[in-house]
């Protein structure tokens, strides 16, 4: 009686090692679930740099574009003296006449490169407000 009540005991079942397979089987759960949350926070990071790095070429479209309308205004066709760009970073600052209009009004078109391929593009007028 003494060894029936032992046996209850150790497996609800009555089968022995059945508490080894659940064991297993949690470790495994929580194993796959551990994997997932690591995969889905570096995903997570890479689309952070991501977001990160368009941010940085848009403000330096930006301030390439502001830095143009605060210089004295030069007949088009010219280029534009440009900002410190960022390491691995460069501007281009070109002015074309806008055709059919006097020469008070030019077209401005900032590039940016990154490690030499052009990543943006940014355009806007300049007024000679002499």
Do not use: C, W
């Amino acid at each position: 009686m003494m060894m029936a009540s032992l046996l209850g005991r150790i497996s609800p079942l009555g089968e022995k090692g059945f508490l080894m397979v659940e064991t297993i089987i949690a470790v495994g759960i929580g194993g796959t679930a551990i994997v997932v949350f690591f995969l889905a926070l570096a995903t997570g990071s890479q689309g952070v740099a991501q977001v990160d790095e368009n941010i940085t070429i848009s403000n330096l479209a930006q301030s390439q574009m502001e830095f143009v309308h605060d210089q004295p205004y030069l007949t088009a066709p010219t280029t534009y003296p440009t900002i410190t760009p960022p390491e691995g970073y460069s501007l281009t600052a070109v002015a074309d006449p806008v055709p059919g209009a006097d020469d008070n009004i030019q077209k401005v078109t900032v590039t940016v490169f990154k490690q030499g391929d052009q990543v943006v593009l940014l355009e806007d007028f300049k007024l000679n407000n002499q």
